[in-house]
């Protein structure tokens, strides 16, 4: 395997990569405050990939197995990608450290934008995206209900799919995590979900939370197509256990029932404290939940309001429904 690369783009935001990690980096602030932050990332960018394959059979363990407690591994992003998905492992339900890598390497490097001088930053590894905001600060997020239609709808130019809604998150609300899970993305899911986009207190816990809630959006219908996943992919922590392929149009009946389980799952993640917000699409349908009645640092408009998604912003990893609005300008939708 070649070894890590990266490169600058000419509106100051970065792009490393190695292998299957693949980030976007941006920040805000002191010029070089700024540098060093993005020197010190990269340093531990290089050895991420190399320390989670050395411990990818711990890693793919299913942690409500009868061994799955006794898992620990000993980098620190394989030790937080258990520790935000063991609390999920319970009443036998199957789940794999892995369904938090993604968000688990991006809160690993925003650590190193946490220094003075910074005002803003962001750390966006496929749509799994990770936050540093200093006090007062915020970033608006651009979330897509529905990753195919909005992928149809792009502008050429901007190469950016069109959003469904805009989400302003400013330091006080304590949001410092966005992922999103479903079947159209990258990540094989049990569930039906278009997207299930959770905000949560970092980007490890959203994306173990956003995994679990999609896999629940879920209702029988044969004519569901599903597969074995390592038919799929054949280095899949899945094994052979069945995830979606492809889901035709549904009778309203079967996507609010499908919604309604996953509106349940996603209600009991905010109650457990695991999610602050949850935003689910299904074939141009919409559940939310948020943790608390009055939560006005976070305002919303989910499902309502789309426009063209700015020239700069980076397109998504295919399938992947949210991605940062790094405008100055950037203003968030009325409530």
């Known amino acids: 395997m070649s070894g890590a690369v990266r490169r600058r783009f000419a509106d100051g935001r970065w792009h490393f990569q190695h292998g299957p990690i693949d980030c976007i980096l941006a920040a805000d602030g002191d010029a070089a405050a700024v540098a060093a932050s993005v020197e010190s990332a990269w340093a531990r960018f290089e050895s991420v990939l190399a320390?989670?394959?050395?411990?990818l059979p711990l890693l793919r363990t299913d942690l409500s197995s009868p061994v799955g407690p006794a898992?620990?591994?000993?980098g620190p992003v394989a030790r937080r990608m258990v520790g935000a998905c063991r609390?999920?492992?319970?009443?036998?339900?199957?789940?794999?450290a892995m369904a938090a890598v993604a968000g688990s390497v991006a809160e690993e490097l925003i650590a190193h934008f946490d220094r003075p001088g910074?005002?803003?930053?962001?750390v966006n590894n496929g749509g799994d995206i990770a936050l540093h905001l200093a006090a007062g600060a915020a970033f608006e997020i651009g979330i897509v209900a529905d990753p195919g239609a909005a992928l149809a709808a792009a502008c050429p130019a901007a190469h950016a799919p069109v959003p469904s809604g805009r989400f302003r998150i400013g330091a006080a609300s304590g949001v410092r995590?966005?992922?999103?899970?479903?079947?159209?993305g990258r990540s094989l899911s049990f569930g039906i979900a278009d997207s299930a986009t959770v905000l949560a207190i970092s980007a490890s816990t959203a994306d173990a939370a956003a995994t679990v809630i999609a896999?629940?959006?879920d209702v029988d219908d044969p004519r569901i197509r599903r597969a074995p996943a390592d038919s799929l992919r054949d280095d899949s922590d899945l094994g052979a256990r069945l995830v979606t392929c492809d889901v035709p149009l549904l009778p309203a009946v079967l996507v609010d029932a499908a919604l309604d389980a996953g509106l349940a799952a996603a209600e009991g993640e905010c109650a457990a404290g695991r999610?602050?917000?949850?935003?689910l699409s299904l074939q141009g349908r919409v559940r939310t939940a948020v943790a608390r009645a009055a939560f006005d640092t976070l305002r919303a408009s989910p499902c309502s309001g789309a426009r063209a998604a700015p020239n700069?912003?980076?397109p998504p990893s295919s399938g992947r429904a949210s991605w940062l609005d790094t405008r100055s300008d950037a203003n968030a939708l009325p409530a």
Not at 87 to 96: E, L, P, Q, S
């Open 177 to 184: 995590g966005i992922a999103t899970s479903g079947w159209r």
């Open 312 to 314: 700069r912003l980076p």
């Open 87 to 96: 609390a999920h492992a319970t009443d036998g339900r199957f789940v794999t």
């Open 118 to 122: 910074i005002e803003r930053a962001y």
């Open 71 to 74: 898992v620990a591994p000993r």
């Open 275 to 279: 999610a602050i917000a949850v935003a």
């Open 51 to 55: 320390e989670l394959v050395g411990e």
């Open 215 to 217: 896999n629940a959006v």
